[in-house]
């Protein structure tokens, strides 16, 4: 074990700044939201624009949708959508798509329709089927590379949750056999092969198209259960992998620890590397948190909890709320008639998540290692939720903190930060002068202030800069 940290009124020892990833990333393009089959609008503009616009108004250019030949259901509003495409390549030059296209996100996540029956492959894919689901991703992909070349957007297309897809048809207890898993296996190859054919036939500058395979029973997974991510995600080479978290419930340190789970087992991408994880769904309805305070807080500690880990996007349900708590016999449901996944309600009311996330997306975030004397990792125990020690000239995945810096922009001298570690937790200076990990909320304490060593003025940080870190007392770590 190494040292602890603890404050002093003189720099004791520098630290050094090692960036884990790329550069400073503005949250607005990692925190998101979903917008699909709301109950209600506000506007005459056609439906699926009228969300988008909303959530770029929000301030996020992170945005997931359905995009389904039979839009009517998902997206009726203010909509004529005509007879459904043949195929998918089709559906994305709709009018309705072409202009959410041309909005100013960076990351569209596309919830592709099956294309092939589920039951197909529940009872094995066979080579014609594969092909049509090979055929259909690939003119999808090739035509958005060749569209939206040179925009610096991304497109994920992405399945609906996994394990229910697999489970479809199954009785409570029965388990999914071999054939379920193979066949499940070969249609979201064929997919990710789709996509691979694509990106080899028309090498597009500045426009990402990727493939994600989206897992949901990750608790099942954990007991040792048969389940997408420990039986199918293995024979699978996507370049993403996606979680819709509902079965962790509302526990921070739950989702970090299904997280890590769903990262051993995903195969790394040659798109993104290890780091190739994102959270394709959380939240929390009146149903599940009935005081509208404590569910924002709920979801801002999960929402702490998946920027501090690392996720590539973190993925909120959703804009207008989709599920209805009661028949309601209105036209317009009440705010009564809806369980509460939003984040603006039908009487128009924004609620307290939005204003949270309006906040978050005026900071960005910066994953980073600080190495102290002797080349010795800042690595929080466990990864969060106690001390944190200077220790290990090896750093892990818990050693690698998320700065989010508090002016936005690049990380510069002078900035205000507050540090994420693995898990989620702040670091937060203590009464008695040690370093702790182990808040889920920032409080008094969790603020710091990043000083460049022996620089004056308001420079941006490059790597190996050497740093000292100040806390609200003033006395550096």
């Known amino acids: 074990m190494g040292s602890s940290i603890r404050s002093s009124a003189v720099l004791l020892a520098a630290v050094s700044l090692l960036p884990a ?15 699909a089959d709301g109950k209600y609008n506000f506007t005459g503009e056609n439906f699926l624009n009228e969300g988008a616009d909303q959530l770029l108004e929000l301030g996020t250019r992170v945005i997931k949708v359905w995009f389904d030949p039979n839009s009517t259901p998902t997206y009726p509003f203010n909509s004529k959508w005509g007879p459904p495409p043949q195929n998918l390549e089709d559906l994305a030059r709709h009018p309705y798509y072409r202009e959410l296209f041309d909005k100013p996100f960076s990351t569209f996540i596309l919830v592709l329709a099956r294309r092939v029956p589920v039951n197909d492959f529940i009872d094995g894919m066979t080579p014609e089927e594969a092909t049509v689901e090979r055929e259909q991703t ?22 609906w949750e996994g394990d229910h897809l697999l489970r479809r048809g199954l009785k409570e207890g029965e388990v999914p056999d071999r054939t379920r898993v193979r066949g499940m296996a070969a249609w979201l190859n064929a997919r990710q092969v789709g996509v691979l054919n694509a990106r080899r036939d028309v090498p597009a500058e500045g426009v990402t ?12 997974a954990m007991a040792g259960n048969v389940t997408v991510t420990n039986d199918v995600v293995p024979l699978t080479r996507a370049d993403l992998y996606s979680y819709s978290s509902w079965d962790v419930q509302f526990d921070p340190a739950e989702l970090v620890r299904a997280l890590d789970y769903l990262a051993a087992k995903a195969p790394d991408s040659s798109l993104y590397g290890r780091r190739n994880v994102y959270l394709g769904e959380f939240g929390a309805a009146k149903d599940h948190v009935a005081d509208e305070q404590d569910r924002a807080a709920v979801i801002r500690e ?25 028949v309601y016999t209105t036209p317009r449901p009440a705010n009564q008639d809806l369980r509460g996944f939003w984040l603006i309600r039908p ?15 005026r900071t960005s975030l910066v994953r980073v290692l600080l190495r102290g004397p002797g080349g010795h990792f800042v690595t929080p ?28 922009g690049s990380l510069r001298n002078g900035d205000a930060v507050e540090i994420l570690t693995h898990d989620g937790t702040y670091l937060r200076e203590a009464e008695d002068g040690r370093v702790l990990a182990d808040r889920r909320q920032a409080i008094e304490g969790t603020r710091f202030v990043i000083r460049k060593i022996g620089a004056t003025g308001h420079n941006v940080l490059g790597p190996r800069d050497r740093l000292a870190i100040e806390g609200a007392s003033g006395q550096f770590l």
């Open 21 to 35: 990833a790329a550069g400073a990333i503005p949250a607005r393009d990692v925190l998101g939201s979903t917008h």
């Open 138 to 159: 690939y003119g999808l992909a090739r035509h958005l590379l060749t569209t939206y070349a040179g925009t610096g957007k991304t497109f994920v297309l992405q399945n």
């Open 209 to 220: 198209v990727a493939h994600a395979v989206e897992v949901n029973l990750l608790r099942e």
């Open 302 to 326: 999960l929402t702490d909890a998946a920027l501090g880990w690392g996720v590539r996007w973190a993925v909120y349900w959703q804009l207008y709320c989709n599920e209805p708590a009661r």
């Open 347 to 361: 009487d128009g009311v924004r609620t307290r998540m939005y204003s949270n996330f309006f906040n978050h997306f």
């Open 381 to 408: 125990e466990g990864g969060g939720g106690g001390s944190v020690w200077v220790s290990g000239t090896r750093p892990t995945d818990q050693s690698v903190l998320v700065l989010r810096d508090l002016n936005g």
